[in-house]
């Protein structure tokens, strides 16, 4: 496989991708009933577990019976999930030979940028503590723009197109989990995995039936340009 000429942008995600970062992906998950059940929703209204939430079932309970808590819910709950990612940002660090496939783009003509579903706030202080924030032309995290446009929305990649100049179809997106290539189907964007992140190429393959492009890390990617 190589990048052929429709590609003129690369798009990466960033933990697990171009960033060596420990995240407690478990809080993360739970950061949303965390919080109502800090507001009191019982606990037949959330759900049994993460993956069986009612969302719109305890925002209902809210509304009926604590609609005071409803203003600044959602920024809340974006800061609850950003503590559990600040917690370990101080040892994050770029994969080996992410950074020269990175430089490697930028000199083929390739327009660079950063689209993840860490907030605003994560996101720029790790690359900014790393020394690598001006190597991308654009940053989008969580929280820059409304919930149901972050990833696997393709309203994602949209805006990672308009930040880079170009259609989504002209990028290559970049990722280590299955919510990265959703992400690419739902846009049309190319899409290629790696394996430097919670996700083998056993799940990878299953989990896409096969139909996905896989290297071992971004630095394999320097190889295709």
């Given at each position: 496989m190589a990048l052929d000429s429709s590609i003129k942008a690369v798009g990466f995600d960033m933990d697990g991708t171009i960033m060596d970062t420990v995240v407690d992906y478990d809080k993360l998950t739970n950061v949303v009933a965390d919080e109502f059940i800090s507001l009191g929703v019982p606990m037949e209204v959330i759900g049994l577990d993460?993956?069986?939430?009612?969302?719109?079932?305890?925002?209902?309970?809210?509304?009926?019976?604590?609609?005071?808590?409803?203003?600044?819910?959602?920024?809340?709950?974006?800061?609850?999930?950003?503590?559990?990612?600040?917690?370990?940002?101080?040892?994050?660090?770029?994969?080996?030979?992410?950074?020269?496939?990175?430089?490697?783009?930028k000199?083929?003509?390739?327009?660079?940028?950063?689209?993840?579903?860490?907030g605003h706030e994560y996101a720029h202080y790790i690359l900014t503590k790393c020394g690598v924030i001006d190597?991308?032309?654009?940053?989008?995290?969580?929280?820059?723009?409304?919930?149901?446009?972050?990833?696997?929305?393709a309203k994602s990649i949209e805006h990672l197109a308009e930040k880079m100049d170009v259609k989504p179809e002209e990028i290559l997106y970049v990722g280590d989990g299955t919510v990265d290539w959703l992400t690419s189907v739902n846009s049309g964007c190319r899409f290629i995995?790696?394996?430097?992140?919670?996700?083998?190429?056993k799940a990878w393959k299953e989990?896409?039936?096969?139909?996905?492009?896989?290297?071992?890390?971004v630095a394999e990617l320097k190889d295709l340009i």
């Open positions: 993460a993956k069986h939430q009612s969302m719109d079932e305890s925002l209902k309970w809210l509304k009926a019976n604590k609609p005071e808590t409803l203003a600044g819910f959602s920024k809340r709950v974006g800061d609850r999930a950003t503590r559990i990612e600040m917690a370990n940002a101080d040892i994050a660090k770029p994969f080996p030979g992410a950074m020269e496939t990175v430089r490697a783009l000199e083929k003509g390739y327009k660079v940028g950063i689209l993840t579903r860490g190597e991308f032309c654009t940053v989008i995290a969580r929280d820059d723009y409304p919930d149901n446009e972050a990833k696997p929305s995995g790696v394996l430097t992140g919670h996700t083998d190429e989990k896409t039936d096969g139909n996905v492009e896989l290297l071992p890390s």
